[in-house]
């Protein structure tokens, strides 16, 4: 009987099998993998950057921030060092601090991956696929899948249903707040689809993960309310009626759904359209990347003094036949 959740089903190669056999969670169909790696870096440097500022901020400052939501009269969140702790209760955060990490620990594989490729190293490709054990490979799969996913989830709750307006003028630091963790985080999303060349993941198994994912922060907001008396979202509390609640709970599941599926579709369309061109012009394997490192590796070559049977074109062939697509 097929299993959704089982290894396989979630995109484990058996054991024995080379995890991501193209490298694909490290290079892009774009840009060098040099520069993938300098784009995640600045992603990341401004995710903590955001972070660090933030909680300095309001360790000793107050912001206003003006919600409301479907049914819900507008209301003022006083934000203060109070916050701080409790930040790690919204999802809006917990996001946030997921893509901080997602893009620190990604611009290091593929800086190890550009590197090993600047030097010839084709028996390398990074530490997730050459060191990492199975589970955390997999793990880093499904984290893709949902630092491509939940930023959208958290962009449309916050500017259609919760923003309460008017756009604070007399506070910077919640416009500019808003905007990194509401708005930015939606970017930063739409860059690692866009300059990934990450493979459209199995769709069920996949989706199930990320519909459990905000399955069980649902419990640790109420957990939240337990240990600590607030809800993290007022749409939680029954007293504004329970089947309020129930429509949220399946209005987000039933927009989760819409975006991994728009998502997991515009992740498909990128690599049918490399898949066009390619067969077009007649190449096997010649993305923007593939074709920098190339050129790179002539160059380093030429440098060090290697010879390739004494044709610049050849180093330029072992580069091109390095991964399968």
Not at 28 to 35: D, E, F, G, L, T
Not at 114 to 121: C, K, P
Not at 159 to 184: A, E, K, R
């Amino acid at each position: 009987m097929y299993n959704p959740l089982s290894l396989s089903a979630l995109g484990l190669p058996s054991r024995g099998e080379k995890f991501d056999t193209g490298a694909t969670f490290v290079r892009s169909h774009i840009v060098s993998p040099y520069k993938l790696a300098c784009l995640r870096a600045l992603i990341a440097l401004y995710c903590w950057m955001t972070i660090i500022v933030a909680y300095s901020w309001l360790s000793y400052e107050y912001a206003p921030n003006t919600l409301r939501d479907v049914n819900i009269p507008t209301y003022t969140l006083i934000l203060g060092k109070w916050f701080i702790a409790k930040s790690f209760s919204f999802f809006t955060f917990i996001t946030y601090w997921s893509l901080a990490f997602y893009f620190t620990i990604s611009l290091w594989h593929t800086f190890i991956y550009a590197r090993n490729q600047a030097y010839l190293r084709t028996t390398t490709t990074s530490h997730l696929h050459d060191t990492f054990p199975r589970w955390l490979q997999l793990a880093h799969s499904l984290w893709y899948s949902t630092i491509t996913t939940y930023p959208f989830l958290v962009s449309i709750v916050y500017w259609c249903t919760m923003y309460g307006g008017p756009w604070p003028s007399d506070s910077p630091f919640t416009q500019w707040i808003n905007i990194s963790v509401h708005g930015l985080n939606s970017l930063f999303a739409i860059l690692e689809i866009v300059f990934s060349a990450v493979r459209p993941p199995p769709f069920i198994s996949h989706l199930l993960v990320v519909l459990t994912g905000l399955s069980l922060y649902l419990g640790v907001a109420y957990i939240t309310k337990a240990h600590q008396g607030i809800y993290v979202y007022e749409w939680m509390n029954p007293t504004w009626g329970a089947e309020g609640v129930a429509g949220h709970v399946f209005g987000y599941a039933a927009a989760m759904v819409g975006i991994y599926s728009l998502g997991w579709g515009a992740t498909w369309t990128r690599e049918w359209l490399v898949a066009r061109k390619r067969t077009s012009s007649g190449q096997v394997v010649a993305d923007a990347g593939d074709v920098w490192q190339a050129s790179e590796l002539s160059s380093v070559s030429s440098s060090r003094k290697h010879s390739f049977g004494g044709k610049s074109a050849s180093s330029k062939q072992i580069m091109v036949s390095v991964h399968e697509v």
